[in-house]
């Protein structure tokens, strides 16, 4: 058979870890070739090496047969390898042709040709049926629609491989489908896929091939038809895994957090929320459904305190908090997951240590009268990160040394340990793995049953259904229905996320 990319031997070290020890990956020309394993594997590290981003100590590359030195990206794009990253890298203030065009632009003599690159750009969108507005900034743009610029990015370098690491993370189940979609389709014209996930149902239905890793090296490769979600698990965490979350009984009790009547201003295109009334009460989960940008980012943010309330009450134990700062609210038992980690919920030049740390470290015993207490946060941080399995092997690292789904795990286990009321949980385990998963829904489920309250808010209608007591759905900023655990299917929910059905009543 022939390879589009033979990684042989590859060994890549980092201080106090072996990323990649010895590790071998074939793939075959235009196939889709799933990459998966656990938090910390070695999968986006392997993937670098591959991009020019970073060099292995040890191994061969080659691509289409050919051994190749890759020192940079700049090699790799002229090799015809292209990457969409776990964590995008597109120029927030510029719009999205200029990103797509950066590096790459046609010119009419000294100036860029905008008009030629704008009619290539829309060639592109059409043939693989990919809308994005061209002239929208980046920063405006959801997630999902950065996701898309990136694949048009690539797909405008002409790329003969593509890696995509962790793309579906962050999509709904609708665009993971059209992804799907796109996926086949340039295999079709020939180009060959790696595709790192975590989603194991994707793995089966997407790829024709697939590797596994763990700790660094490579734990099991073969066909995806021979492969099974229960034998990929194995693979993945090297026992099995259990998918059903230990519940008790739902005994809910009284209201943790109202919203009543909260509004919120429009701004940068964003969808505002209008008229909300909802309630979370000790020992529930409230799952909030809805396809990403149906307001879902005003919820959370007016609630955690990062946007003010146009009109409406917010109250936390009976207590007004609508005019409370962040800070203020925390201190009265509210904890917040951010939907999106890198942006608001870390910050990747601080240690994992002080981002354990940020929202407690003005409190005794972490700092007295402005002066930290060093030998303290050391043993708090070791203990945490031994607790929530991130992996890294000292916690005084920066926090841009761990994996995507370490970092996650960072947030998780700082949110959950100042023991809040109430949490909210935004996409609680974005871009974690299946072992990861199993124990911060356990975490989750620990939560509502001593008594307190979670709004979750995930992308995955897998995730809302399997933890949630009650659902609501959002659409086009508003609650549109209310559901009780195993009162409604994916396909009846899915109806009033699009639009398509809305309850006349619901309690909130
Ligand atoms: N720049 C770096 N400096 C130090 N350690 C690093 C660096 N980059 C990665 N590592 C370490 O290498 C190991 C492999 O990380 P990598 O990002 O490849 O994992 P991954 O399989 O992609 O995980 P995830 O599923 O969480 O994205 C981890 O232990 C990580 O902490
Ligand atoms: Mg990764």
């Known amino acids: 058979m022939a390879y589009a990319i033979e990684l042989q031997n590859i060994t890549k070290r980092f201080p106090g870890v072996i990323a990649n020890d010895q590790v071998t990956i074939l793939v075959g020309e235009g196939e889709i070739h799933g990459l998966i394993g656990e938090n910390g594997a070695g999968k986006s590290?392997?993937?670098?090496?591959?991009?020019?981003?970073?060099?292995?100590?040890?191994?061969?590359?080659?691509?289409?047969?050919?051994?190749?030195?890759?020192?940079?990206?700049?090699?790799?794009?002229?090799l015809g390898i292209g990457m969409i990253h776990q964590h995008f890298m597109l120029m927030?203030?510029?719009?999205?042709?200029?990103?797509?065009?950066?590096?790459?632009?046609?010119?009419?003599?000294?100036?860029?040709?905008?008009k030629k690159a704008r009619i290539q750009i829309e060639k592109i969108m059409e043939k693989y049926c990919m809308?994005?507005?061209?002239?929208?900034?980046?920063?405006?743009?959801?997630?999902?629609?950065?996701?898309?610029?990136?694949?048009?990015?690539?797909?405008y370098r002409e790329v003969r491989i593509l890696i995509l690491d962790e793309p579906t993370a962050v999509?709904?189940?609708?665009?993971?489908?059209?992804?799907?979609?796109?996926?086949?389709?340039?295999?079709?014209?020939?180009?060959?896929?790696?595709?790192?996930?975590?989603?194991?149902?994707?793995?089966?239905?997407?790829?024709d091939r697939v590797t596994v890793m763990r700790k660094g090296v490579v734990t099991g490769f073969g066909e995806t038809k021979d492969m099974n979600v229960r034998k990929l698990s194995e693979l993945?965490?090297?026992?099995?895994?259990?998918?059903d979350i230990p519940f008790g009984a739902y005994c809910p009790g009284e209201t943790l957090l109202e919203l009543s009547g909260v509004s919120t201003a429009p701004r940068g295109g964003r969808m505002p929320v209008k008229e909300i009334n909802l309630k979370v009460k000790r020992g529930e989960i409230v799952g909030v459904a809805g396809?990403?940008?149906?307001?879902?980012?005003?919820?959370?943010?007016?609630?955690?305190?990062?946007?003010?309330?146009?009109?409406?009450?917010?109250?936390?134990?009976?207590?007004d908090i609508s005019k409370l700062s962040i800070r203020q609210r925390r201190l009265n038992g509210l904890s917040h997951i951010p939907e999106d980690r890198l942006k608001t919920g870390t910050s990747t030049v601080c240690s994992i240590s002080e981002n354990l740390l940020l929202n407690k470290y003005f409190l005794t015993p972490f700092s007295r009268h402005g002066i930290f207490n060093h030998r303290h946060i050391k043993q708090h941080s070791k203990l945490l990160c031994d607790k929530f399995l991130v992996k890294t092997p000292d916690p005084s690292y920066e926090l841009k040394t761990l994996s995507g789904g370490n970092m996650q795990k960072v947030v998780f286990a700082r949110e959950f340990d100042t023991e809040p009321s109430l949490m909210i949980a935004a996409q609680p385990t974005r871009g974690v793995d299946i072992g990861a998963i199993e124990y911060i829904h356990g975490k989750l489920a620990e939560l509502r049953d001593s008594g307190k309250g979670i709004l979750l808010i995930s992308a995955e209608l897998d995730e809302i259904m399997a933890l949630s007591d009650r659902i609501l759905v959002m659409y086009e900023g508003e609650i549109v229905a209310e559901f009780h655990r195993g009162e409604a299917d994916e396909y009846?929910?899915?109806?009033?996320?699009?639009?398509?059905?809305?309850q006349v009543a619901h309690s909130g």
């Open 492 to 502: 009846e929910i899915g109806a009033y996320m699009l639009g398509a059905k809305r």
């Open 236 to 243: 993945i965490v090297g026992r099995e895994v259990n998918f």
């Open 131 to 155: 809308q994005v507005n061209l002239d929208a900034v980046v920063s405006q743009i959801s997630v999902g629609e950065k996701q898309k610029v990136e694949i048009i990015k690539a797909l």
């Open 45 to 78: 590290t392997i993937m670098n090496i591959l991009y020019g981003l970073t060099q292995a100590d040890e191994g061969i590359v080659r691509i289409f047969g050919k051994e190749q030195f890759i020192a940079s990206p700049n090699d790799a794009i002229r």
């Open 171 to 207: 999509l709904t189940p609708a665009e993971t489908d059209a992804l799907i979609e796109t996926m086949r389709k340039l295999k079709e014209q020939g180009c060959t896929i790696v595709f790192i996930t975590h989603k194991l149902k994707e793995v089966l239905a997407a790829t």
């Open 291 to 319: 396809v990403e940008g149906n307001g879902q980012s005003d919820l959370i943010e007016v609630i955690a305190g990062l946007i003010a309330a146009d009109r409406g009450g917010i109250t936390l134990c009976e207590k």
């Open 92 to 114: 927030p203030n510029q719009t999205v042709l200029r990103n797509i065009i950066l590096g790459s632009a046609p010119r009419k003599g000294p100036v860029i040709d905008e």
